[in-house]
């Protein structure tokens, strides 16, 4: 499985992006997805994580109520669509993905065993 994700950029405090994240390769898998965002001082962290079906979601407990995970299976592609950024959401967005027939979501990061190239997403003050 090849991740491409995209869409990242510059925004002021309170605007939005989107961030894409397509899959290839062995897409008829049940893939269960998930962004997660690393800096310097803190190492990755947990954003977001959505089952292969798309019925449960988890957020982290930082971007509560103003990132959303979607996907459209269809185009084998998921999005995180960010609202209300702060310049603390600064950071290099990652899309990871692992197999899961038990159409189960995941937090840690040692979970997932495919990973995008990561997307800058800077917010400024």
């Known amino acids: 499985v090849q991740l491409q994700a995209s869409g990242g950029g510059l925004v002021q405090a309170g605007g939005s992006l989107r961030l894409s994240c397509a899959a290839s390769g062995r897409t008829s898998s049940a893939l269960s997805m998930g962004w997660f965002r690393q800096t310097a001082p803190k190492g990755r962290e947990f954003v977001a994580a959505i089952t292969w079906s798309g019925g449960s979601t988890l957020y982290g407990d930082t971007v509560k109520g103003r990132f959303t995970i979607s996907r459209d299976n269809a185009k084998n592609t998921v999005f995180l669509q960010m609202n209300s950024l702060k310049p603390e959401d600064t950071a290099v967005y990652y899309c990871?993905?692992?197999?899961?027939?038990?159409?189960?979501?995941?937090?840690?990061?040692?979970?997932?065993?495919?990973w995008g190239q990561g997307t800058q997403v800077t917010v400024s003050s």
């Open positions: 990871a993905a692992v197999i899961s027939w038990g159409n189960v979501a995941y937090t840690h990061e040692g979970a997932y065993n495919y």
